[in-house]
């Protein structure tokens, strides 16, 4: 069984998605944490309702990269996480995570990468840039995370169409719902050594 940790600060759909995949036995694995940047997350509720280990850091933590970047090390390290995945994690990944957990760190992006990716480009922003330049195709990617946003090794893709009437939200919720399939399918692959990282 793997061992995943789940960085979250938001309202958690993608961790639910891989939770459930657990849980029905269709990804060998076991989500050991769930790690907010937010103390008032609906993905920290989620994920108590069903009893992981779920935590959250204080306004402290969070204001200082450095202490966040250790506390999320260390919750990491004491659960022995083998896999780390961000859904829709908001602050950036220090280099005390990354000196141990690089390699092992996915993120999810709602954009076809390396287009609509980088600083200030999340959430809704992200659907009205794709909106805004006419395109006709967009996604989710899964990509490595490294120190720059949005720029590791892409492992998996997935599109959807941009129609003529879509909005930024209409687009967000058609790439929400390809994410929890990508996410799912390809952490199964990563588990059954289909992709190495
Ligand atoms: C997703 O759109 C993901 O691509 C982005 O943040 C959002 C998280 O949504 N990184 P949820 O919290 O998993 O519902």
């Known amino acids: 069984m793997k061992k995943l940790g789940i960085l979250v600060s938001g309202q958690g759909s993608n961790m639910t998605a891989i939770l459930n995949a657990c849980e029905q036995g269709y990804l060998q694995a076991e989500v050991e944490v769930v790690i907010s940047s937010n103390p008032d997350a609906k993905a920290l509720t989620k994920a108590k309702e069903r009893k992981i280990d779920a935590i959250s850091f204080n306004e402290t933590t969070n204001k200082n990269p450095e202490v966040l970047d250790t506390s999320i090390c260390e919750v990491l390290y004491e659960h022995k996480v083998d896999l780390v995945l961000l859904a829709g994690f908001m602050k950036k990944i220090g280099p005390k995570v990354l000196s141990i957990f690089e390699g092992s760190i996915l993120n999810i992006h709602p954009s076809l990468l390396p287009k609509y990716g980088g600083q200030g ?73 289909n992709i190495i990282l």
């Open 121 to 193: 480009l999340y959430g809704i922003n992200v659907h009205r840039a794709v909106i805004g330049a006419g395109e006709k195709k967009s996604g989710a990617t899964i990509h490595l995370v490294n120190s720059d946003y949005d720029k590791g090794t892409i492992l998996a893709q997935k599109s959807v169409i941009v129609d003529a009437d879509d909005t930024p939200e209409s687009l967000a919720a058609k790439v929400l719902e390809v994410e929890h399939v990508l996410y799912v399918e390809t952490v199964k692959k990563i588990i059954e050594g």
